[in-house]
């Protein structure tokens, strides 16, 4: 049988830079100030990012990728799972839709499938993992597809913990309203992906060490019970490997992996910010 020439592709938002072995690839999104354009691909400094912006005073915002960009992440791959960051948060997931469409015109027996996460971060990284590993054990396209759906939608979620959503709300990705949240010097919000993909907010937290184990809490809610979880953080390790080692104490074989932020999801998460994508 021959190798199957297979890629997973993923926005930026994912925080991942690659995949194990296997064939991976990101497209980048933006960061963008009056001063400078921040492309959120390897070459970024991400902790120089984040110290520019806590400095700068003016407007910044984001932009999703180009189809051309999508197109370049998919290269000359026969297969391409694409997975995007929510679909009502950013436009990335229509870009990849498009490129999606235009690359199987023009490669004849291609296949793509665009994976709408309704999350971000850990979430997506779940997700790309899962399809490694379905592809791994040979099932073919139109299973993994269907299998990809249900696991994405059902056995996933996200939740999330930020010191400030001063450019969530700033962007309009977020109301004023929710924003107050956090903000308020100590004060840690913690929310969710709702099914929509849109922030859900759930508490608010007085104190680092408090707001982990509601994190934690709120995951056991969500029917975490021991499964994989990826957990990418701004500039806080501290955050991620105590809510690691609280999540081990109870469940001490579950597969964690922990990774900074790259450039967009710190760009709104803020430093400080954590975000953990679990299996239920
Ligand atoms: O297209 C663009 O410009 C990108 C816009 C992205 C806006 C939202 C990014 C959120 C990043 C914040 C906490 C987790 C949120 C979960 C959302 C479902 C991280």
Sequence with gaps: MLERNVKIVTDSSSDLYELGDFSFASAALKIVTAD????????LDVEGMVNDLLSYKGKSSTSCPSVGDWLEAFGDADEVYAITITANLSGSYNSACIAAKEYEASH???????VKSRSTGGEMVLVAERIAELVGQGVDFDAVCSEISKY???????????ESMQNLANNGRVSHLAA????????????KASVEGTLEM?????????????????????LYNGGRVRISHCINSAA????KSLIHAEFPKADIKIMPCR???SFYAERGGMLVGFEK
Excluded at 181 to 188: D, N
Aim: charged fraction near 30%; hydrophobic fraction near 45%; glycine fraction near 10%.
């Design 36 to 43: 400078k354009e921040y492309v959120d691909d390897a070459h």
């Design 108 to 114: 004849s027996g291609a296949r793509v499938f665009v």
């Design 152 to 162: 994405s939608h059902e056995k996933t979620g996200l939740l999330f913990m930020l």
């Design 180 to 191: 107050k949240f956090a903000g308020i010097l100590g004060v840690r919000a913690i929310g």
């Design 202 to 222: 759930l508490d608010k937290c007085r104190g680092a060490h408090r707001a982990v184990e509601t994190i934690f809490a709120r995951m056991k809610d969500f």
């Design 240 to 243: 991620a490997e105590k809510l």
């Design 263 to 265: 450039g967009l999801c």
